[in-house]
Protein backbone atom coordinates (compact mmCIF):
# COMPACT_ATOMS: atom_id res chain seq x y z
CA UNK A 1 0.00 0.00 0.00
CA UNK A 2 1.01 3.62 -1.30
CA UNK A 3 0.86 7.30 0.40
CA UNK A 4 0.20 5.62 4.19
CA UNK A 5 0.27 8.46 6.96
CA UNK A 6 3.16 7.95 9.01
CA UNK A 7 2.54 6.02 12.40
CA UNK A 8 6.07 5.02 13.88
CA UNK A 9 9.73 6.72 13.12
CA UNK A 10 10.95 2.79 13.79
CA UNK A 11 11.04 1.37 10.05
CA UNK A 12 10.03 -2.36 11.83
CA UNK A 13 7.06 -1.04 13.56
CA UNK A 14 6.01 1.30 10.81
CA UNK A 15 6.37 -1.78 8.14
CA UNK A 16 4.41 -3.96 11.29
CA UNK A 17 1.30 -1.53 11.14
CA UNK A 18 1.06 -1.21 7.19
CA UNK A 19 0.80 -4.90 6.85
CA UNK A 20 -1.83 -4.64 9.23
CA UNK A 21 -3.63 -2.10 6.47
CA UNK A 22 -3.17 -4.03 4.36
CA UNK A 23 -5.64 -6.92 5.26
CA UNK A 24 -9.37 -6.69 5.24
CA UNK A 25 -10.46 -6.87 9.28
CA UNK A 26 -13.03 -9.03 9.72
CA UNK A 27 -14.93 -7.45 12.77
CA UNK A 28 -18.33 -9.04 14.14
CA UNK A 29 -19.19 -12.57 13.34
CA UNK A 30 -20.76 -14.65 10.04
CA UNK A 31 -23.80 -15.81 9.67
CA UNK A 32 -22.95 -19.00 10.58
CA UNK A 33 -21.20 -18.11 13.57
CA UNK A 34 -24.20 -15.92 14.27
CA UNK A 35 -26.35 -19.08 14.28
CA UNK A 36 -24.41 -21.84 15.21
CA UNK A 37 -26.40 -24.02 17.36
CA UNK A 38 -23.80 -24.98 19.73
CA UNK A 39 -23.26 -21.27 20.57
CA UNK A 40 -26.56 -19.45 20.53
CA UNK A 41 -30.53 -20.14 21.34
CA UNK A 42 -32.79 -19.82 18.49
CA UNK A 43 -33.10 -15.83 17.38
CA UNK A 44 -35.19 -13.58 15.83
CA UNK A 45 -34.67 -10.15 14.27
CA UNK A 46 -34.47 -7.78 17.19
CA UNK A 47 -31.53 -10.35 18.29
CA UNK A 48 -28.87 -9.15 15.93
CA UNK A 49 -27.64 -5.94 13.95
CA UNK A 50 -25.55 -6.45 10.72
CA UNK A 51 -22.60 -4.26 10.49
CA UNK A 52 -22.16 -1.67 8.45
CA UNK A 53 -20.10 -1.82 5.30
CA UNK A 54 -18.02 0.51 2.81
CA UNK A 55 -20.79 3.13 0.48
CA UNK A 56 -19.77 3.88 -2.94
CA UNK A 57 -23.03 4.18 -4.78
CA UNK A 58 -26.31 6.07 -3.68
CA UNK A 59 -29.08 4.43 -2.19
CA UNK A 60 -31.57 5.42 -5.12
CA UNK A 61 -29.16 2.74 -7.44
CA UNK A 62 -30.03 0.26 -5.37
CA UNK A 63 -32.01 -2.75 -6.52
CA UNK A 64 -34.59 -4.73 -4.66
CA UNK A 65 -35.06 -6.73 -7.51
CA UNK A 66 -35.84 -10.49 -6.23
CA UNK A 67 -37.27 -14.15 -7.65
CA UNK A 68 -40.00 -14.47 -5.84
CA UNK A 69 -40.55 -18.31 -7.01
CA UNK A 70 -38.29 -20.33 -9.61
CA UNK A 71 -40.21 -18.15 -12.57
CA UNK A 72 -41.10 -14.64 -11.64
CA UNK A 73 -38.80 -12.12 -10.17
CA UNK A 74 -40.45 -8.59 -8.66
CA UNK A 75 -39.40 -5.30 -8.11
CA UNK A 76 -39.29 -5.21 -4.34
CA UNK A 77 -39.75 -8.00 -2.01
CA UNK A 78 -42.86 -7.20 -0.25
CA UNK A 79 -45.67 -9.60 -0.51
CA UNK A 80 -49.00 -9.31 1.50
CA UNK A 81 -50.15 -11.64 3.72
CA UNK A 82 -53.83 -13.97 2.26
CA UNK A 83 -55.39 -12.75 5.62
CA UNK A 84 -59.12 -11.82 5.40
CA UNK A 85 -58.19 -8.21 7.12
CA UNK A 86 -55.19 -7.58 5.00
CA UNK A 87 -55.15 -8.70 0.76
CA UNK A 88 -58.28 -8.48 -1.82
CA UNK A 89 -58.48 -7.58 -4.91
CA UNK A 90 -57.39 -3.70 -4.27
CA UNK A 91 -54.38 -4.51 -1.97
CA UNK A 92 -53.50 -7.35 -4.57
CA UNK A 93 -53.41 -4.83 -7.14
CA UNK A 94 -52.06 -1.82 -5.75
CA UNK A 95 -49.01 -3.97 -4.56
CA UNK A 96 -48.47 -5.46 -7.81
CA UNK A 97 -48.38 -1.95 -9.25
CA UNK A 98 -45.82 -0.78 -6.76
CA UNK A 99 -43.68 -3.67 -7.39
CA UNK A 100 -44.53 -6.36 -4.90
CA UNK A 101 -47.64 -8.84 -4.79
CA UNK A 102 -50.38 -9.30 -3.33
CA UNK A 103 -51.77 -12.57 -2.39
CA UNK A 104 -55.67 -12.92 -2.08
CA UNK A 105 -57.27 -14.85 1.39
CA UNK A 106 -59.57 -18.01 0.83
CA UNK A 107 -61.85 -17.08 3.59
CA UNK A 108 -64.64 -16.87 1.25
CA UNK A 109 -66.83 -18.68 -1.48
CA UNK A 110 -64.73 -20.13 -4.62
CA UNK A 111 -66.77 -17.56 -6.86
CA UNK A 112 -66.00 -13.96 -4.88
CA UNK A 113 -62.07 -15.28 -4.75
CA UNK A 114 -61.88 -16.31 -8.40
CA UNK A 115 -63.57 -12.86 -9.58
CA UNK A 116 -60.72 -11.09 -6.80
CA UNK A 117 -58.48 -12.67 -9.17
CA UNK A 118 -59.99 -11.75 -12.01
CA UNK A 119 -60.03 -8.12 -11.14
CA UNK A 120 -56.09 -8.17 -10.48
CA UNK A 121 -55.54 -9.79 -14.19
CA UNK A 122 -57.99 -7.60 -16.01
CA UNK A 123 -56.55 -4.23 -14.18
CA UNK A 124 -53.89 -4.06 -16.39
CA UNK A 125 -52.44 -5.54 -19.77
CA UNK A 126 -50.25 -5.29 -22.90
CA UNK A 127 -51.76 -6.85 -25.19
CA UNK A 128 -55.45 -8.13 -24.64
CA UNK A 129 -55.47 -11.29 -26.46
CA UNK A 130 -59.22 -12.07 -24.80
CA UNK A 131 -61.12 -9.06 -24.97
CA UNK A 132 -65.14 -8.98 -24.36
CA UNK A 133 -66.71 -8.51 -28.00
CA UNK A 134 -70.49 -7.68 -28.74
CA UNK A 135 -72.33 -7.58 -31.86
CA UNK A 136 -74.01 -5.17 -33.73
CA UNK A 137 -77.69 -6.31 -32.39
CA UNK A 138 -76.51 -6.47 -28.88
CA UNK A 139 -77.97 -3.46 -26.68
CA UNK A 140 -76.52 -0.48 -25.32
CA UNK A 141 -77.85 -2.52 -21.65
CA UNK A 142 -75.27 -5.58 -22.96
CA UNK A 143 -72.48 -2.83 -22.53
CA UNK A 144 -73.57 -1.55 -19.25
CA UNK A 145 -73.81 -4.41 -17.68
CA UNK A 146 -70.21 -5.50 -18.92
CA UNK A 147 -69.19 -1.68 -17.48
CA UNK A 148 -71.03 -3.09 -13.90
CA UNK A 149 -69.25 -6.17 -13.47
CA UNK A 150 -65.80 -5.61 -15.48
CA UNK A 151 -64.98 -1.82 -14.58
CA UNK A 152 -65.10 -0.76 -18.38
CA UNK A 153 -66.78 0.38 -21.41
CA UNK A 154 -64.63 0.03 -24.12
CA UNK A 155 -66.16 -2.74 -26.27
CA UNK A 156 -65.04 -3.78 -29.83
CA UNK A 157 -68.13 -4.71 -31.47
CA UNK A 158 -67.24 -7.62 -34.47
CA UNK A 159 -69.81 -9.22 -36.80
CA UNK A 160 -70.52 -12.64 -34.83
CA UNK A 161 -69.36 -10.53 -31.40
CA UNK A 162 -66.87 -13.13 -30.82
CA UNK A 163 -62.85 -12.45 -31.21
CA UNK A 164 -61.62 -13.39 -34.21
CA UNK A 165 -64.48 -11.94 -36.77
CA UNK A 166 -64.61 -9.22 -38.53
CA UNK A 167 -64.08 -5.84 -36.58
CA UNK A 168 -66.85 -3.88 -37.59
CA UNK A 169 -67.10 -0.59 -34.60
CA UNK A 170 -65.87 0.21 -31.19
CA UNK A 171 -68.77 1.18 -28.59
CA UNK A 172 -67.29 3.68 -25.91
CA UNK A 173 -68.82 5.65 -23.39
CA UNK A 174 -69.07 8.81 -25.39
CA UNK A 175 -71.20 6.76 -27.73
CA UNK A 176 -73.52 5.73 -24.75
CA UNK A 177 -73.17 8.93 -22.10
CA UNK A 178 -76.04 10.55 -22.72
CA UNK A 179 -78.21 8.26 -24.01
CA UNK A 180 -82.07 8.78 -22.93
CA UNK A 181 -82.55 6.23 -20.43
CA UNK A 182 -85.71 4.90 -22.55
CA UNK A 183 -83.32 3.70 -24.77
CA UNK A 184 -80.83 2.53 -23.35
CA UNK A 185 -82.55 -1.63 -23.07
CA UNK A 186 -83.35 -1.71 -27.08
CA UNK A 187 -80.50 0.77 -28.85
CA UNK A 188 -78.82 -1.26 -30.72
CA UNK A 189 -75.34 -1.28 -31.05
CA UNK A 190 -74.80 -0.50 -34.63
CA UNK A 191 -76.46 2.69 -34.41
CA UNK A 192 -74.32 4.51 -32.18
CA UNK A 193 -71.01 2.33 -32.49
CA UNK A 194 -67.84 4.46 -33.80
CA UNK A 195 -66.85 2.81 -37.38
CA UNK A 196 -63.98 5.32 -38.49
CA UNK A 197 -61.38 3.40 -35.99
CA UNK A 198 -57.51 3.77 -36.15
CA UNK A 199 -56.40 -0.03 -35.80
CA UNK A 200 -53.18 -2.16 -36.54
CA UNK A 201 -52.17 -4.86 -38.00
CA UNK A 202 -51.79 -8.66 -35.98
CA UNK A 203 -47.79 -9.01 -35.34
CA UNK A 204 -47.13 -5.59 -34.94
CA UNK A 205 -45.08 -5.28 -31.22
CA UNK A 206 -46.25 -3.85 -28.40
CA UNK A 207 -43.65 -0.87 -28.14
CA UNK A 208 -44.70 -0.14 -31.86
CA UNK A 209 -48.78 -0.53 -31.21
CA UNK A 210 -48.06 1.98 -28.10
CA UNK A 211 -46.32 4.83 -30.29
CA UNK A 212 -49.64 4.43 -32.55
CA UNK A 213 -51.80 4.35 -29.43
CA UNK A 214 -50.07 7.60 -28.56
CA UNK A 215 -50.37 9.26 -31.64
CA UNK A 216 -53.85 8.40 -32.09
CA UNK A 217 -54.58 9.92 -28.94
CA UNK A 218 -57.61 7.25 -29.10
CA UNK A 219 -58.52 5.15 -26.02
CA UNK A 220 -58.38 1.92 -27.79
CA UNK A 221 -56.28 -0.08 -30.74
CA UNK A 222 -58.08 -2.72 -32.29
CA UNK A 223 -55.14 -5.30 -33.33
CA UNK A 224 -56.50 -7.03 -36.31
CA UNK A 225 -55.16 -9.40 -38.84
CA UNK A 226 -55.17 -9.36 -43.01
CA UNK A 227 -58.93 -10.09 -43.23
CA UNK A 228 -59.81 -7.43 -41.07
CA UNK A 229 -61.30 -9.86 -38.13
CA UNK A 230 -60.18 -8.82 -34.59
CA UNK A 231 -57.27 -10.13 -32.83
CA UNK A 232 -56.83 -8.66 -29.97
CA UNK A 233 -56.69 -5.13 -28.17
CA UNK A 234 -54.61 -2.15 -26.63
CA UNK A 235 -55.80 -0.15 -23.91
CA UNK A 236 -54.80 3.57 -23.39
CA UNK A 237 -55.27 2.98 -19.96
CA UNK A 238 -52.88 0.54 -19.54
CA UNK A 239 -50.44 2.39 -21.07
CA UNK A 240 -50.65 4.78 -18.72
CA UNK A 241 -50.28 2.36 -15.69
CA UNK A 242 -47.09 1.39 -17.55
CA UNK A 243 -46.37 4.96 -17.45
CA UNK A 244 -47.20 5.97 -13.83
CA UNK A 245 -46.09 2.32 -12.02
CA UNK A 246 -42.86 1.39 -13.58
CA UNK A 247 -41.83 -1.56 -11.47
CA UNK A 248 -45.34 -2.84 -11.39
CA UNK A 249 -45.06 -6.50 -11.25
CA UNK A 250 -45.98 -8.16 -14.43
CA UNK A 251 -46.39 -11.76 -16.58
CA UNK A 252 -43.51 -11.19 -19.38
CA UNK A 253 -45.64 -12.49 -21.71
CA UNK A 254 -49.33 -10.99 -21.09
CA UNK A 255 -47.88 -8.15 -19.49
CA UNK A 256 -50.89 -8.35 -17.15
CA UNK A 257 -49.92 -7.74 -13.46
CA UNK A 258 -49.02 -10.99 -11.29
CA UNK A 259 -51.93 -12.36 -9.77
CA UNK A 260 -51.82 -14.60 -6.28
CA UNK A 261 -53.70 -16.60 -4.24
CA UNK A 262 -54.05 -18.88 -1.42
CA UNK A 263 -55.45 -22.23 -1.11
CA UNK A 264 -55.67 -25.14 1.52
CA UNK A 265 -54.79 -28.63 0.80
CA UNK A 266 -58.36 -29.85 1.30
CA UNK A 267 -59.81 -32.37 -1.79
CA UNK A 268 -62.62 -29.56 -1.90
CA UNK A 269 -59.92 -26.86 -3.17
CA UNK A 270 -59.22 -28.68 -5.91
CA UNK A 271 -62.32 -27.09 -7.19
CA UNK A 272 -61.06 -23.75 -5.96
CA UNK A 273 -57.15 -24.02 -7.70
CA UNK A 274 -59.60 -25.06 -11.16
CA UNK A 275 -61.38 -21.58 -10.74
CA UNK A 276 -58.92 -19.73 -9.81
CA UNK A 277 -56.72 -20.58 -12.84
CA UNK A 278 -59.57 -20.38 -15.25
CA UNK A 279 -59.47 -16.55 -13.88
CA UNK A 280 -55.91 -15.87 -14.49
CA UNK A 281 -53.74 -16.82 -11.62
CA UNK A 282 -50.33 -17.15 -11.76
CA UNK A 283 -48.87 -18.10 -8.21
CA UNK A 284 -50.64 -20.39 -5.76
CA UNK A 285 -50.11 -19.88 -2.00
CA UNK A 286 -50.67 -23.66 -0.50
CA UNK A 287 -51.40 -22.05 2.96
CA UNK A 288 -51.04 -24.32 6.30
CA UNK A 289 -49.50 -23.75 9.18
CA UNK A 290 -47.26 -26.77 9.33
CA UNK A 291 -46.73 -27.59 5.59
CA UNK A 292 -44.83 -30.58 5.70
CA UNK A 293 -47.69 -32.98 5.59
CA UNK A 294 -48.39 -35.57 3.15
CA UNK A 295 -51.87 -33.29 2.49
CA UNK A 296 -49.57 -30.65 0.90
CA UNK A 297 -47.21 -33.16 -0.39
CA UNK A 298 -49.65 -34.76 -2.22
CA UNK A 299 -51.40 -31.40 -2.69
CA UNK A 300 -47.91 -29.91 -4.71
CA UNK A 301 -47.80 -33.27 -7.29
CA UNK A 302 -51.37 -32.43 -7.96
CA UNK A 303 -51.11 -29.12 -8.88
CA UNK A 304 -47.58 -29.49 -10.97
CA UNK A 305 -49.03 -32.55 -12.92
CA UNK A 306 -52.62 -30.68 -13.64
CA UNK A 307 -51.36 -27.19 -14.09
CA UNK A 308 -47.42 -27.46 -15.00
CA UNK A 309 -47.31 -23.46 -15.52
CA UNK A 310 -48.66 -23.23 -12.18
CA UNK A 311 -45.96 -21.84 -9.38
CA UNK A 312 -46.05 -23.24 -6.15
CA UNK A 313 -45.27 -21.78 -2.91
CA UNK A 314 -45.33 -24.75 -0.39
CA UNK A 315 -45.38 -24.02 3.65
CA UNK A 316 -45.46 -22.69 6.34
CA UNK A 317 -41.91 -24.78 7.13
CA UNK A 318 -39.21 -23.44 9.44
CA UNK A 319 -36.66 -26.49 9.36
CA UNK A 320 -34.49 -28.17 6.94
CA UNK A 321 -36.19 -31.35 6.68
CA UNK A 322 -39.52 -29.61 6.62
CA UNK A 323 -37.79 -28.12 3.41
CA UNK A 324 -36.74 -31.12 1.68
CA UNK A 325 -39.84 -32.55 1.70
CA UNK A 326 -41.44 -29.83 -0.26
CA UNK A 327 -38.63 -29.52 -2.43
CA UNK A 328 -38.91 -33.13 -3.81
CA UNK A 329 -42.19 -32.57 -4.58
CA UNK A 330 -41.74 -30.22 -6.39
CA UNK A 331 -42.31 -26.29 -4.55
CA UNK A 332 -41.57 -23.67 -6.14
CA UNK A 333 -40.65 -21.80 -3.15
CA UNK A 334 -41.30 -21.81 0.19
CA UNK A 335 -43.34 -20.00 3.00
CA UNK A 336 -41.24 -19.72 6.36
CA UNK A 337 -42.36 -18.86 9.93
CA UNK A 338 -45.02 -20.41 12.33
CA UNK A 339 -45.76 -18.64 15.25
CA UNK A 340 -43.96 -15.26 14.66
CA UNK A 341 -46.64 -13.18 13.20
CA UNK A 342 -48.07 -10.26 15.84
CA UNK A 343 -51.47 -11.87 15.87
CA UNK A 344 -50.30 -15.32 16.01
CA UNK A 345 -50.40 -17.78 19.32
CA UNK A 346 -49.37 -21.06 17.56
CA UNK A 347 -46.45 -21.47 19.90
CA UNK A 348 -47.84 -20.48 22.41
CA UNK A 349 -50.77 -23.28 21.67
CA UNK A 350 -48.98 -26.07 19.71
CA UNK A 351 -44.99 -25.77 21.41
CA UNK A 352 -44.36 -26.10 17.65
CA UNK A 353 -42.33 -23.35 15.94
CA UNK A 354 -38.82 -21.52 15.71
CA UNK A 355 -37.80 -17.91 16.30
CA UNK A 356 -38.20 -16.37 12.90
CA UNK A 357 -34.66 -15.62 12.26
CA UNK A 358 -33.18 -18.56 12.64
CA UNK A 359 -35.77 -20.32 10.70
CA UNK A 360 -35.02 -18.38 7.98
CA UNK A 361 -31.76 -18.56 7.90
CA UNK A 362 -31.70 -22.32 8.46
CA UNK A 363 -34.28 -22.98 5.43
CA UNK A 364 -32.95 -20.39 3.32
CA UNK A 365 -29.57 -21.86 3.48
CA UNK A 366 -30.70 -25.32 2.76
CA UNK A 367 -33.15 -24.39 -0.07
CA UNK A 368 -30.54 -21.97 -1.85
CA UNK A 369 -29.21 -24.91 -3.23
CA UNK A 370 -31.71 -25.98 -4.87
CA UNK A 371 -32.64 -22.54 -6.39
CA UNK A 372 -35.82 -22.60 -4.30
CA UNK A 373 -36.52 -18.91 -2.92
CA UNK A 374 -37.51 -18.54 0.51
CA UNK A 375 -40.52 -16.33 1.65
CA UNK A 376 -40.38 -14.86 5.10
CA UNK A 377 -43.55 -15.12 6.53
CA UNK A 378 -44.34 -13.09 9.70
CA UNK A 379 -42.73 -11.03 12.55
CA UNK A 380 -42.10 -8.57 10.48
CA UNK A 381 -42.68 -5.03 12.44
CA UNK A 382 -39.95 -2.69 10.94
CA UNK A 383 -38.33 -1.57 7.55
CA UNK A 384 -35.02 -2.98 9.89
CA UNK A 385 -37.24 -6.60 9.80
CA UNK A 386 -37.19 -6.37 6.18
CA UNK A 387 -33.51 -5.85 5.37
CA UNK A 388 -32.67 -8.61 8.13
CA UNK A 389 -34.87 -10.89 6.54
CA UNK A 390 -33.28 -10.34 3.30
CA UNK A 391 -30.02 -10.78 4.89
CA UNK A 392 -30.82 -14.22 5.78
CA UNK A 393 -31.36 -15.42 2.65
CA UNK A 394 -35.46 -14.40 2.11
CA UNK A 395 -36.08 -13.51 -1.03
CA UNK A 396 -39.33 -11.72 0.11
CA UNK A 397 -41.28 -10.80 2.76
CA UNK A 398 -44.84 -11.71 3.74
CA UNK A 399 -46.36 -8.73 6.00
CA UNK A 400 -49.55 -8.97 7.55
CA UNK A 401 -50.08 -6.29 10.43
CA UNK A 402 -47.56 -3.74 8.36
CA UNK A 403 -50.24 -3.65 5.44
CA UNK A 404 -53.94 -4.04 7.52
CA UNK A 405 -54.11 -0.57 8.41
CA UNK A 406 -53.46 1.05 4.87
CA UNK A 407 -56.63 2.26 2.95
CA UNK A 408 -56.18 -0.78 0.34
CA UNK A 409 -56.85 -3.55 2.63
CA UNK A 410 -60.57 -4.53 3.56
CA UNK A 411 -62.73 -3.43 6.19
CA UNK A 412 -63.51 0.45 7.54
CA UNK A 413 -61.77 2.95 9.62
CA UNK A 414 -62.94 4.27 13.10
CA UNK A 415 -61.75 5.88 15.75
CA UNK A 416 -60.95 4.82 19.55
CA UNK A 417 -59.44 7.11 21.90
CA UNK A 418 -58.61 9.16 18.91
CA UNK A 419 -56.64 7.21 16.63
CA UNK A 420 -58.06 6.28 13.63
CA UNK A 421 -57.87 2.44 13.29
CA UNK A 422 -58.67 -0.95 11.18
CA UNK A 423 -59.41 -4.09 12.18
CA UNK A 424 -56.34 -6.62 12.13
CA UNK A 425 -57.31 -10.37 13.24
CA UNK A 426 -55.10 -14.06 12.49
CA UNK A 427 -56.36 -16.31 10.37
CA UNK A 428 -56.23 -18.83 13.45
CA UNK A 429 -58.63 -16.60 15.65
CA UNK A 430 -62.29 -17.73 16.27
CA UNK A 431 -63.47 -14.33 14.79
CA UNK A 432 -61.87 -15.34 11.52
CA UNK A 433 -63.55 -19.10 11.72
CA UNK A 434 -66.57 -18.08 12.13
CA UNK A 435 -66.50 -16.24 8.87
CA UNK A 436 -65.22 -18.88 6.66
CA UNK A 437 -63.65 -22.07 6.30
CA UNK A 438 -60.01 -21.01 5.24
CA UNK A 439 -59.24 -20.93 9.12
CA UNK A 440 -60.32 -24.10 10.22
CA UNK A 441 -58.51 -25.53 6.89
CA UNK A 442 -54.79 -23.60 7.90
CA UNK A 443 -55.20 -24.47 11.31
CA UNK A 444 -56.49 -28.11 11.44
CA UNK A 445 -55.84 -30.96 9.41
CA UNK A 446 -59.15 -33.31 10.24
CA UNK A 447 -62.99 -32.37 11.48
CA UNK A 448 -62.32 -30.98 15.05
CA UNK A 449 -64.96 -31.13 17.25
CA UNK A 450 -63.60 -27.98 19.37
CA UNK A 451 -62.10 -25.44 17.53
CA UNK A 452 -58.79 -24.00 19.72
CA UNK A 453 -58.07 -20.58 18.78
CA UNK A 454 -54.42 -20.13 17.33
CA UNK A 455 -54.82 -16.17 16.43
CA UNK A 456 -56.60 -13.11 17.99
CA UNK A 457 -58.43 -10.17 16.67
CA UNK A 458 -56.90 -6.91 17.26
CA UNK A 459 -56.74 -2.84 15.60
CA UNK A 460 -53.51 -1.49 13.95
CA UNK A 461 -53.14 2.27 13.59
CA UNK A 462 -54.06 3.83 9.88
CA UNK A 463 -50.98 3.89 7.40
CA UNK A 464 -52.58 5.67 4.63
CA UNK A 465 -52.21 4.51 1.28
CA UNK A 466 -50.39 1.54 0.50
CA UNK A 467 -48.35 3.64 -2.45
CA UNK A 468 -47.12 5.90 -0.13
CA UNK A 469 -46.38 3.23 2.37
CA UNK A 470 -44.80 0.97 0.10
CA UNK A 471 -42.64 3.61 -1.61
CA UNK A 472 -41.62 4.02 2.12
CA UNK A 473 -40.28 0.96 2.83
CA UNK A 474 -38.78 0.73 -0.86
CA UNK A 475 -36.50 4.00 0.36
CA UNK A 476 -35.62 2.19 3.68
CA UNK A 477 -34.74 -0.74 2.57
CA UNK A 478 -32.24 0.70 0.04
CA UNK A 479 -31.18 2.62 2.68
CA UNK A 480 -30.13 0.15 4.99
CA UNK A 481 -28.44 -1.48 1.52
CA UNK A 482 -26.94 0.90 1.15
CA UNK A 483 -25.14 1.25 4.89
CA UNK A 484 -24.61 -2.23 4.55
CA UNK A 485 -22.72 -1.59 1.24
CA UNK A 486 -23.92 -3.89 -1.21
CA UNK A 487 -25.83 -2.58 -3.88
CA UNK A 488 -28.45 -5.27 -4.46
CA UNK A 489 -30.54 -8.24 -2.97
CA UNK A 490 -28.54 -10.61 -4.68
CA UNK A 491 -24.99 -8.80 -3.90
CA UNK A 492 -26.29 -8.62 0.16
CA UNK A 493 -27.17 -12.49 -0.09
CA UNK A 494 -24.21 -13.08 -1.88
CA UNK A 495 -21.94 -11.50 0.86
CA UNK A 496 -23.58 -13.10 3.78
CA UNK A 497 -23.02 -16.62 2.18
CA UNK A 498 -19.21 -15.54 1.49
CA UNK A 499 -18.83 -14.08 5.06
CA UNK A 500 -18.02 -10.48 3.69
CA UNK A 501 -21.24 -9.21 5.46
CA UNK A 502 -21.12 -9.33 9.19
CA UNK A 503 -23.94 -9.71 11.92
CA UNK A 504 -23.62 -8.78 15.71
CA UNK A 505 -25.59 -10.32 18.23
CA UNK A 506 -27.04 -7.76 20.97
CA UNK A 507 -28.43 -8.23 24.85
CA UNK A 508 -31.77 -6.71 26.07
CA UNK A 509 -29.68 -3.37 26.79
CA UNK A 510 -28.62 -3.08 23.27
CA UNK A 511 -31.91 -3.30 21.97
CA UNK A 512 -33.18 -0.84 24.52
CA UNK A 513 -30.24 1.27 22.98
CA UNK A 514 -31.35 1.01 19.88
CA UNK A 515 -34.93 2.57 20.28
CA UNK A 516 -36.16 5.50 21.45
CA UNK A 517 -34.72 6.07 24.99
CA UNK A 518 -34.27 8.86 27.69
CA UNK A 519 -37.06 11.09 26.29
CA UNK A 520 -40.20 12.21 28.64
CA UNK A 521 -42.34 12.63 25.93
CA UNK A 522 -41.83 11.82 21.07
CA UNK A 523 -43.47 11.82 17.59
CA UNK A 524 -42.62 9.17 15.99
CA UNK A 525 -43.18 9.78 12.50
CA UNK A 526 -42.10 7.37 9.67
CA UNK A 527 -42.15 8.87 6.47
CA UNK A 528 -44.06 12.56 5.10
Same mark, same amino acid.
Given at each position: ???????????????????????????????? +????????????????????????????????????????????????????????????????????????????????????????????????????????????????? =?????????????????????????????????????????????????????????????????????????????????????????????LIKARDYPWASKDTQS???????????????? =????????????????????????????? =???????????????????????????????????????????????????????? +???????????????????????????????????????????????LAGTAESPGDYYYHNG????????????????????????????????????????? /? /????????????????????????????????????????????????????????????????????
Open positions: MSNLPTFSTDPKIQAKLEEILSKKADDGLTAE +QLFNPSLSDGLTYNDFLVLPGYIDFPASKVSLETKITKRFSIKTPFLSSPMDTVTESNMAIHMALNGGLGVIHHNCPVEAQAEMVRKVKKFENGFISDPLCLSPDHTVADVLK =IKEKFGYSGIPVTQDGKLGSKLLGLVTSRDIDFLPVNEVETKPLKSIMTTQLVTAKKGISLKEANSILQQSRKGKLPIVDENGCLTALLARSDKQLLSAAAISTHEEDK =IRLKALVDAGLDIVILDSSQGNSTFQIGM =IKYIKQTYPKLDVVAGNVVTQEQARQLIIAGADALRVGMGSGSICITQEITACGRP +QGTAVYRVAQYARQFGVPVIADGGISNVGHIIKAVALGASGVMMGSLQRLKKYRGMGSLDAMDTGDAAGKRYFSEVDRVKVAQGVTGA /V /VDKGSVKRFVSYLTTGVQHGLQDIGTSSVKALQDGVVSGDVRFEKRTASAQNEGGVHGLVDYEKRLFK
